[in-house]
């Protein structure tokens, strides 16, 4: 039984029987989840987070959301990948010009492991050649050392590692349609293991290319993750997928990038729901203010089309939040340094804005050096609505469960706590509203059959009974690890 039929049959048990029998569990199990936090050890607490219904991950890269093992097993393998092969730089020979200027996928020069097509590669010079193996035949350790270089593990990784280099390195993986879709149907499955229903991810459809180079139809790109939406692998995980067109707020265009945005978004309606911005807010060129009358342009042009905009990512106060808003976004990414602008956490305080929160993004990025004191806490409990998300897991080394275990074990989050952050990920989805309320109601449904479950048997014996699955953050951050 697959986890969308179970998720049915919760349901239809959950409607049948009376609101006071949950309204006693419900107390029953607040004070349950006290005990269990008392008790468990950390790799017991771990798999309880890792079995409970989590709603959805509404701020989330899908190229930064995928792991570098994932990236890596689809470019050499050219039946899953469309027939592209890829090689991969690991050495500089110092050729003439490639100081003075970059290649022509874009990057630095002086970067190692930056990944191009086989057709990029053959129209290099000799000396430039030199410099690229093919992906496929990378040694051990230099396979590794590829698989590390997308991801921040080190302490002395950080911002510029992760803005300037992770990405590029990634390359021209990134113009792969085939690579894309197949990435998004591998995180809706270990999302879906980890009791999410709902992903809504920051991907396009622009820019794609066929092996030697030729510039794929956005047409032909939008079918091809209509059509692998379809399959069953992608249906049996029961994890409802949307997405939102994201612009480089400090690209020179942005402007007019922005337009494009919500053309593409009013063109393609059934699985983009939302316009986003993101960048480094320590670039000024980017600034809110920048874009007031573009989005005003837009407003005037396009009926309900949803903004989701990054603002307050920052580790100085800034009154990006504000500005933000006035944008007309209905959901802030990140927005920490709002803590510091009293006037704007007064106004969201109960507000129509929920804060996209992101923990472990924020901490590796230095934003919030000590997670202890990351203002999720403050937010929760001042009553703004918020939530919980991944951002750029696969950088990260991390997943949904890791942000949970944060939140709790650094905030001692109650049980209504942990169940409201959750369920706000659903109601302040972009999706269809018919769709959100049958989300809603399943996830109520799953998180009464998740309290009954721990309530009536041995907790300890059901937890060990839990394939939870961790990565390197916790591993490292822990000491957690089921290899």
Request: with cysteine; hydrophobic share 40%; charged share 30%.
């Amino acid at each position: 039984m697959n986890r969308l039929t179970l998720s049915v049959l919760i349901l239809a048990l959950c409607l049948l029987a009376p609101a006071s029998a949950f309204e006693s569990s419900r107390l029953d199990f607040v004070a349950h989840f006290e005990r269990i936090k008392r008790e468990a050890s950390a790799e017991e607490l771990y798999r309880f987070l890792y079995a409970m219904p989590k709603g959805g991950d509404i701020h989330n890269h899908l190229g930064g959301s995928s792991r570098s093992e994932w990236w890596f097993e689809l470019a050499v393998d050219e039946e899953r990948n469309g027939g592209y092969r890829y090689y991969t730089k690991t050495r500089i020979m110092n050729c003439p010009s490639g100081l003075e200027r970059p290649l022509n996928v874009g990057r630095t020069y002086l970067l190692y492991f930056q990944t191009i097509m086989a057709s990029t590669y053959e129209a290099l010079d000799d000396c430039k050649q030199q410099e690229y193996e093919p992906l496929d035949d990378l040694d051990d350790a230099t396979r590794e050392a590829w698989l590390s270089s997308l991801r921040l593990e080190r302490p002395d990784e950080g911002r510029d590692e992760f803005f300037e280099r992770i990405w590029a390195r990634i390359g021209e993986l990134f113009r792969n349609p085939h690579i894309t879709v197949e990435l998004l149907v591998e995180n809706m499955q270990r999302f879906g293991a980890e009791g999410l229903r709902y992903l809504e991810l920051q991907t396009g459809a622009t820019g794609y290319l066929e092996p030697d180079g030729t510039p794929i139809p956005v047409d032909d790109v939008v079918d091809l993750y209509r059509q692998r939406l379809q399959q069953p692998d992608a249906i049996a995980t029961g994890v409802t997928v949307r997405f939102q067109v994201t612009v480089l707020r400090f690209a020179p265009d942005a402007k007019e990038r922005v337009r494009q945005a919500y053309a593409f978004v009013d063109r393609y309606r059934d699985l983009w729901v939302a316009v986003n911005m993101a960048g480094r807010e320590d670039d000024d060129r980017g600034h809110p203010e920048r874009f007031r009358e573009v989005f005003a342009e837009m407003r005037r042009q396009y009926p309900d089309i949803r903004l989701s905009i990054h603002a307050g990512e920052t580790d100085r106060p800034s009154r990006h939040v504000r500005e933000t808003i006035l944008l007309g976004a209905d959901r802030i990414g990140h927005g920490i340094d709002v803590i510091h602008d009293h006037d704007t956490l007064l106004l969201l305080r109960h507000g129509p804005y929920l804060l996209e929160n992101n923990l472990i993004s924020n901490h590796l990025l230095e934003y919030t050096p000590d997670l202890s004191k990351h203002p999720f806490p403050q937010f929760l409990r001042l009553g703004i609505p918020v939530a919980l998300n991944t951002d750029d897991r696969g950088m990260w080394d991390s997943n949904m469960t890791d942000e949970y275990f944060v939140a709790v074990t650094n905030f001692n989050l109650s049980w209504p706590e942990l169940v409201q952050v959750g369920r706000n990920s659903l109601e302040w989805a972009f999706v269809e509203e018919p769709i959100r309320e049958r989300m809603l109601a399943e996830y109520d449904a799953e998180i009464a059959a998740f309290e009954a479950r721990f309530l009536r048997g041995d907790w300890r014996a059901l937890l060990w009974e839990v394939d939870a699955e961790t990565y390197g953050y916790a591993k490292r951050n822990f000491g957690i690890s089921f290899d």
